[in-house]
Every structure is written in C-alpha cells, then in structure tokens.
C-alpha cells in the first residue's frame, strides 16, 4: 500500500513538542515553514525542507537521516552530537549556528553528506562537521 503526504507549506512549529512531532514523522515535505524556539533531545528526521528556516533551534543526540534542505536558513541553532547522515544540502545558510559534542565528548558527524553552495557566518564548529568551509573570515563558504 502507498501512502501520500501532503506537505507542509508556510506552517511555524514555535515550541518543542510542536517541532518534535513535524520532525520525527517519517517523509514529510516542509516548504516555507519555520522551526523556532525548540530544544529536542534524539529522535530522526528525513524529511525535505525547502525554502525552511531553523531559528533558535536546539537538538541534542538527533539524526538528520538522508534529509534534503534546499535554500533554508539555520540562524542561533544548536547541534550536540547531532548526524546529518546521508543529507543533501543545497544553497543554505548558516548563522551563529554552534557544532558541538554531546556529553560523552561524541561530536556532531556528517557521513556520506553533500553540501552545495551553503554558506556560514560565525559558526562555531562547522567545519569539524562539513570540512569542505573554506576559511574566509567574514563568510564561510562550502564549496
């Protein structure tokens, strides 16, 4: 049996349990929303993020599981231990966005990821996570 999602479209999920929920459902398509103010602890998303912003978003031990982000913006985020594995990202921005390690020192991975012309400006951690930041200084570029 196929089942059909339809996507969300200019929806704000503004707190953690509201975030959590659109995340964790499996395969779900997300064009124009935002994700605000949440801190998430685990759980995965593979879902498509088109035209997205991530904004005072906190995931500790989470998976981006061959998720694809097209054009999003992640500003004031916060990553502990958190994989982006598999994951497309394409022409997205980050923003004082931090890549940290969780507390057992396991720091943030993004295996078998590829990157597109995304860009990072004060983003404390990035290139341990997508090494390919070049170093300029004003704005980082993923090549």
């Known amino acids: 049996m196929c089942t059909t999602n339809m996507p969300h479209t200019s929806v704000a999920f503004a707190s953690s349990k509201d975030v959590e929920k659109?995340?964790?459902?499996n395969d779900e398509i997300f064009r124009y929303c935002s994700f605000e103010s949440a801190a998430i602890e685990g759980g995965c998303s593979d879902g498509v993020?088109?035209?997205?912003?991530f904004r005072d978003f906190e995931w500790y031990w989470g998976l981006f599981n061959m998720a694809l982000f097209v054009s999003c913006k992640f500003e004031e985020c916060t990553f502990r231990g958190t994989s982006f594995a598999g994951c497309r990202l394409v022409e997205c921005s980050f923003s004082n966005c931090k890549f940290l390690s969780d507390?057992?020192?396991?720091s943030c991975a993004?295996?078998?990821?590829?990157?597109?012309?995304?860009?990072?400006?004060?983003?404390?951690?990035?290139?341990?996570?997508?090494?390919?930041?070049?170093?300029?200084?004003?704005?980082?570029?993923?090549?």
């Open 22 to 25: 659109a995340l964790i459902a």
């Open 49 to 53: 993020f088109l035209s997205c912003t």
């Open 103 to 106: 507390n057992l020192g396991g």
């Open 110 to 143: 993004a295996t078998d990821t590829n990157v597109y012309g995304c860009s990072s400006e004060n983003s404390k951690g990035i290139r341990d996570v997508f090494p390919t930041v070049s170093t300029n200084r004003n704005a980082e570029r993923l090549l």
